[in-house]
């Protein structure tokens, strides 16, 4: 019986949750910003790949990063350190961000003059690919160390993504990592998805990826 | 408004769920088996650990693998063929198991004969950390990849676990990983909690692990 109780509850959670996402995107819209949902498992490399894109990128658009996380504060300030304009979101344990905490980042970080947002999601593969953070596009990681058979275990958070980055290609050679499967089950699981390896660590296959951030930010803000 | 809500139906459901957990230790202590629920990030290597732990403990020990994952039978076909029992739970998109769906795997399992249940829990630091499975200890995998900073940002995960593994020690070098650094970090979140480095792989340094957990199967089965 509550276990009937919990889904409906889940599904108007997520209706109203939709709809508070759609507005979060007017908004962004109106104040030329794109916001880029960055999800992946803990230790993907999130962070550190975020640093990478903001190396390309920065002197060419005004870049604001949203850190969310359970708890501490060490990712925001790697990211403060490069200049840019960096805040950390406290989730409170929770495991996702929904567009209502995003919205409070984004008033936060004040978005009126940022050309690009990017949250940093909750690690975690199950529920961010959820929730509609009211972002623009959504990226997912996916590390080597973490094996080619993430597509098959995690579904929908390929389908949410909009794009895919295998990081931390750098070790490929010390795990057995079959890119051409990954590259197979992420196709399988989402048809025409752009696929980046990258070694966030050193840049390598960043400005690839770069690339196809700034075409989508150029298209969106105009 | 609806936050409320959803808050306080989370309570009711981790109260109801943590009533169904004692239940099911209830029935595992009667029928004289141990369940360890084992729960990492994705890739940490769950699955290989447990190859390496079966390997140590079948021949002294009935051992029975639940393999939880949201889709996919990539683990428990890998646990088969070491020829103990092994089947497939389902989550349906659930990001954890809570005690019920633990309760209906030793159902299907046939717990009464096996001496050891572990259940390997869906890939995620987060959302199992908070659900009680009715397990009798939590062991988590910490891998080097992943960073020394988890036990920083995923605190419930270390102060429910009763034992750490810290998994992928071979690769060590190729990673900015601190043990001194990650151990500090785990003893800060869980006073006195034992920490296993291992290499699932080779199996080195899986004999302690299998020490400690050998230990607790005797003191609870009797």
Redesign the interface.
């Known amino acids: 019986m509550?276990k009937v109780?919990?889904v409906d509850?889940k599904a108007?959670?997520l209706e109203?949750n939709d709809v508070a996402a759609d507005k979060t995107r007017e908004h962004l819209k109106n104040s030329k910003t794109f916001l880029l949902n960055l999800m992946s498992?803990?230790?993907a490399g999130k962070t550190t790949t975020l640093l990478s894109i903001i190396k390309l990128l920065k002197d060419e658009m005004k870049i604001g990063i949203m850190e969310a996380?359970?708890?501490?504060d060490?990712d925001a300030v790697k990211i403060a350190e490069t200049g840019v304009r960096s805040i950390q979101l406290h989730t409170g344990?929770m495991?996702h961000l929904d567009a209502?905490m995003t919205e409070q980042g984004l008033a936060s970080i004040g978005m009126d003059d940022l050309d690009l947002v990017v949250l940093e999601n909750?690690?975690?593969?199950?529920?961010p690919a959820?929730f509609d953070t009211g972002s623009v596009k959504n990226t997912m990681i996916l590390?080597i160390?973490?094996?080619d058979?993430?597509p098959?275990?995690?579904?929908?958070m390929f389908q949410v993504a909009d794009a895919v980055i295998i990081n931390?290609i750098?070790?490929a050679e010390?795990?057995d990592f079959d890119m051409d499967k990954a590259k197979a089950a992420i196709e399988k699981r989402h048809p025409g998805i752009p696929v980046f390896p990258i070694c966030a660590k050193t840049g390598e296959g960043v400005e690839a990826y770069a690339d196809w951030l700034r075409k989508e930010v150029k298209e969106w803000i105009g």
């Open positions: 509550s109780e919990i509850l108007n959670v109203e498992s803990p230790g996380d359970i708890d501490s060490v344990g495991c209502g909750v690690g975690n593969l199950v529920c959820e590390s160390p973490e094996g058979d993430k098959l275990k995690y579904p929908l931390k750098d070790v010390y795990f």
